[in-house]
């Protein structure tokens, strides 16, 4: 017969220690400061955010010293001017906003039918598939994938020689405005689906099934009751996908050729290739609120999304 000093795990007596050893660093009268200690990182995080806004707002008050290519001592709003008085930077301001806004309302529209045939199969290899394929795309970079697209779209690319078959000639499929939104749709597709299938599997499917036995067709039950309860699901989809493509540089960059720039590319270049960090840091501004109020009007309109329902639920 084993004694009980021997029949008492090491595992045991392991944990036994570190627990000790935990009650010795952090008493239990410090229970209360737990939720505190682990809120630190992101106040941490958000304080150096503002902290660098703060310093971005003040390189925004002054403007580049051509003849030494240094910042201004004084403050001006010289800068602010520029932005909103020179056509280039309305236009791509407007070219950035509207191809946020494109984007989203396409990327929405792939993105509701995908993740519901992937929560609503009954098949578990066609879920298995639409999950890979879902996540595949994260595996490979964006600028990996912009590339792939130069590929398959350029001139001498998979898709104008396949025309080139059935005697069509070779069509401008690169370095314009569709081709980014294209772009943008195929990288933004997989946040959307990831944020509406969360929604819909929240959705019991035994509601579908009462509105078809009250006589509902499909297409009823679609708008009066899937859409509506999945309404968070796509305001938070909405949020993410207007957000990164507002703010998306490769993209445009890349498959744009230069011609088609987005606030960020503009941005860029403010920074990088004219040295004017003052316009840059205004540009950068002016991005921030355009994105914030952006939030603001979505939220006022179709609530917090995703935010919030678990307080939609109780």
Do not use: C
Not at 133 to 151: D, K
Not at 199 to 215: H, K, N, Q, V
């Amino acid at each position: 017969m084993q004694s009980a000093r021997t029949a008492y795990p090491v595992t045991w007596r392991i944990m036994d220690a570190l627990e000790a050893f935990a009650a010795t660093v952090w008493p239990a009268n410090w229970t209360r400061a737990v939720p505190y200690l682990m809120l630190a990182p992101a106040v941490l995080l958000v304080g150096l955010l503002v902290l660098g806004l703060i310093q971005i707002g003040d390189t925004s008050l002054r403007t580049l010293d051509t003849s030494t290519f240094l910042l201004s001592e004084e403050y001006t709003l010289a800068n602010y001017q520029r932005a909103f008085t020179e056509p280039l930077f309305a236009a791509v301001a407007a070219r950035s906003l509207l191809g946020a806004l494109i984007v989203t309302a396409i990327t929405l529209v792939f993105a509701f039918p995908y993740a519901y045939v992937m929560v609503r199969t009954s098949s578990p290899a066609l879920r298995k598939f639409l999950l890979i394929a879902l996540f595949l795309p994260f595996f490979i970079g964006q600028v990996v994938r912009a590339y792939g697209w130069l590929i398959i779209l350029g001139n001498q690319g998979m898709v104008n020689e396949a025309l080139g078959l059935v005697g069509v000639e070779p069509m401008r499929l690169l370095y314009n405005y569709p081709a980014v939104l294209f772009g943008l749709v195929q990288y933004m597709l997989p946040f959307a689906v990831l944020m509406v299938a969360p929604a819909l599997t929240a959705i019991p499917e035994e509601l579908e099934a009462a509105a078809g036995s009250l006589g509902a067709d499909w297409l009823r039950t679609f708008f009066h009751v899937v859409l509506p309860l999945a309404r968070p699901g796509l305001t938070g989809a909405g949020l993410v996908v207007v957000t990164l493509s507002l703010t998306d540089f490769a993209m445009p960059a890349i498959l744009g050729g230069g011609s088609q720039d987005f606030i960020a590319n503009a941005i860029y270049d403010q920074f990088f290739r004219t040295s004017d960090q003052g316009l840059g840091a205004t540009l950068a501004l002016m991005l921030v609120a355009v994105g914030s109020l952006l939030v603001g009007l979505i939220f006022t309109l179709f609530g917090a999304g995703t935010l919030a329902m678990g307080r939609a639920r109780e």
